[in-house]
């Protein structure tokens, strides 16, 4: 009874999440508390969304690169860069020239990424260590090693700004999450992506074109990761080449597994991704409230990877399934 | 040109990149600089050494720079705090650092994971528990450390090769001798080549996989205890991204990323390589050392292009030589 429950989708982390949200509210009790300040929410809850924002970004994308059977290394790298531009042109050239500027970069820093997997046909974890690798030193050649910070209020209000109450970067993940949805889900175009993770020659041999639907998913991973750059650095009112998005590829990785999608690509779920980086997120914040030091984050963290990886190892089941049998 | 096999490209790169630096800082070509790119360079040789086992064989191990962060900081601690003489604490540590690898060895055989996820697991466990035991850096000042820093041979010309640059030069030799004239090494090759064939073959593919991410982890605690030579100092945030390091010296040291091909020499030259950029760099005094990773990363590009190349001309020349040798 207890494993068919848990083996409907999504519940395992829904679950999950709320277990650690009551860990989060007996640690501080106003956990839940809302209140509005500025045509603003503001309070633990929300402060979890808003954190969430970048990571939540990145799983986006993520979540399709991985669904191909590849993975992105280097989004922390391409956050760095857009960051480094908005930052740099935002004072001096209008918000619409920086923000374009930004969001290019990052969809040539994807088509750099899927040409190399699509068409050099380059392992994914090498291909984008390259960008991962050179990326940052762009970054800082774009900065000039300094922190460029900028007073420009319209990108300000991308990281500080609300919506009804509803802090910015929130908006944009939401607006983000539903035109992702809306174009893979709506369409073929997910069954596709997933029909290509699952078996890329089976599926280019069944007449779909595997090369353009690698190359779109990293453009759009590449996009989305720009995005999150540039919210990064709204946040900050600055872009700091050398710490912006430092290690949330990994947060973004861990996101889009805990969310159940297989690193072995084949299947994919927007909407647990999400739930993924909502989980991160209120582990971080609740690590924080507890007055652990911080540093109990990646402890935490690895026995989280851990403990989702077990449990998604083909291995871990059979074992499940050997002992339900001796159980009958 | 057909047959040139891509540790002799890397050679040459090196060569050449020496010679044009040479080129433009006359003093380039010295004892001093050649000894300090080793000195410099020690610890990631060392873990580069790690490195090459475990892609060889068809893996990564993403934990090794979280791994000589929790050694520098073990070791100071253990002999600064707790009293215990240098040569235990470097035994404990290594003692520890083998039952880490072994431990992500067990479990990316047993359960079947990527060795990419399990080791990312690693690295966080790592650096988490560096954290853990201290945010400070803590100096170490131990008798044995200052013995270490001061003894060098001296050579012609006023270079001092170091005993870190010397440790380095061992484990890069007798790292060479057991990829390429042993048992194990071959095995390391075998399963780089193909799992299921090397399994098939009666190997045991479990007990090799524990034993490379143990050799992996072990490599890169000895690399932490020489970077606690190098800095005379534990502290938690040292070696951040030496994992990336020493992943991309041993791709341009010509090591395929899809296992079964590679050399610890090359390996080696890939290290120099990118210690070559570092030097250049502080010789110009103008550019940014940031200069290094794009380069660094310009030559990744390089060098897996240029693997993807050869593969591709080795598919299409398979069949054909098939075909000539069938009738």
Redesign the interface.
């Given at each position: 009874m207890m494993s068919r429950l848990l083996q409907s989708r999504g519940l395992a982390q829904i679950i999950a999440l709320l277990v650690i949200l009551a860990v989060d509210r007996a640690v501080s009790p106003q956990f839940f508390d809302l209140r509005m300040q500025d045509g603003r929410l503001f309070g633990s809850l929300i402060d979890v969304l808003n954190r969430g924002a970048p990571v939540a970004l990145l799983a986006l994308g993520m979540v399709l690169v991985i669904a191909t059977r590849g993975?992105d290394l280097s989004v922390g790298a391409v956050m760095a860069i857009s960051g480094a531009i908005a930052a740099s042109l935002a004072d001096t050239h209008g918000l619409p020239l920086a923000l374009a500027a930004a969001l290019g970069a990052g969809l040539l820093c994807g088509l750099w990424n899927g040409f190399l997997v699509a068409v050099?046909?380059?392992?994914p974890?090498?291909?984008t260590?390259?960008?991962?690798?050179?990326?940052?030193?762009?970054a800082?050649?774009i900065t000039e090693?300094r922190i460029v910070t900028f007073t420009a209020p319209d990108l300000v209000w991308l990281g500080n700004g609300a919506v009804l109450g509803v802090p910015a970067p929130v908006v944009v993940v939401l607006g983000m999450l539903i035109v992702t949805g809306a174009v893979v889900r709506g369409s073929a175009l997910g069954l596709l992506i997933e029909a290509t993770g699952g078996n890329a020659r089976a599926s280019e041999l069944a007449g779909i074109g595997t090369r353009g639907m690698i190359l779109a998913v990293y453009v759009w991973c590449g996009l989305c990761a720009a995005l999150a750059g540039v919210i990064a650095a709204a946040d900050i009112m600055g872009a700091d080449?050398n710490n912006a998005g430092l290690w949330l590829e990994?947060d973004a990785?861990l996101a889009v597994?805990i969310g159940g999608t297989s690193?072995f690509g084949g299947r994919f779920s927007l909407v647990l991704a999400m739930v993924g980086a909502l989980i991160i997120q209120a582990m971080n914040t609740g690590i924080l409230l507890s007055g652990y030091?911080p540093?109990?984050?990646?402890?935490?963290?690895?026995?989280v990877?851990?403990v989702v990886?077990?449990l998604q190892?083909?291995?871990?089941a059979n074992v499940g399934v050997v002992l339900g049998r001796a159980r009958q | 040109m057909r047959r040139l096999p891509p540790v002799a490209i890397t050679a040459m790169v090196f060569v050449v990149g020496f010679a044009l630096c040479t080129v433009q800082f006359p003093n380039f070509a010295s004892s001093r600089v050649a000894a300090n790119l080793l000195t410099d360079n020690a610890f990631l040789g060392i873990v580069a050494v790690g490195m090459t086992f475990v892609i060889i064989s068809g893996g990564i191990d993403l934990s090794v720079g979280s791994v000589i962060g929790f050694t520098t900081v073990f070791v100071a601690l253990a002999i600064e705090r707790l009293g215990l003489p240098p040569l235990v604490a470097f035994a404990a540590i290594l003692l520890l650092c083998a039952a880490f690898g072994a431990a992500m060895g067990a479990v990316i055989h047993v359960f079947d994971m990527p060795p990419f996820i399990v080791t990312l697991a690693g690295m966080f466990l790592a650096r988490g528990a560096s954290f853990l035991m201290s945010t400070e850096s803590t100096p170490i000042s131990a008798p044995l450390y200052s013995t270490v820093s001061d003894f060098a041979l001296r050579l012609p010309g006023g270079g001092r090769l170091t005993a870190i640059a010397l440790i380095m030069l061992a484990v890069v030799a007798a790292g060479a001798v057991l990829l390429h004239f042993t048992r194990f090494g071959a095995n390391v090759y075998a399963l780089g080549g193909s799992r299921t064939t090397t399994a098939l073959m009666g190997i045991p593919v479990g007990s090799m996989t524990v034993r490379i991410y143990m050799l992996s982890s072990v490599l890169a605690g000895l690399a932490g205890i020489v970077f606690s030579f190098y800095t005379a100092a534990g502290y938690s945030l040292s070696a951040v991204g030496v994992e990336l390091d020493s992943i991309a010296a041993v791709v341009i040291g010509g090591t395929l990323l899809t296992g079964g091909q590679g050399s610890v020499v090359g390996t080696l030259l890939g290290v120099l390589i990118q210690g070559l950029i570092q030097t250049y760099i502080n010789f110009d005094g103008t550019l940014s050392s940031w200069w290094t990773k794009i380069v660094t990363g310009i030559l990744l590009f390089a060098f897996i292009a240029l693997q993807q190349a050869m593969l591709g001309i080795a598919r299409r020349a398979g069949p054909r030589k098939a075909g000539v040798l069938k009738p």
């Open positions: 993975i050099l046909g380059i392992q974890i090498v291909a260590l390259i960008l991962m690798v050179a990326g940052r030193g762009v800082q050649l090693g080449a990994l990785i597994v690193l030091p540093e109990f984050n990646l402890v935490v963290k690895a026995a990877v851990l990886l077990l190892s083909p291995r871990f | -």
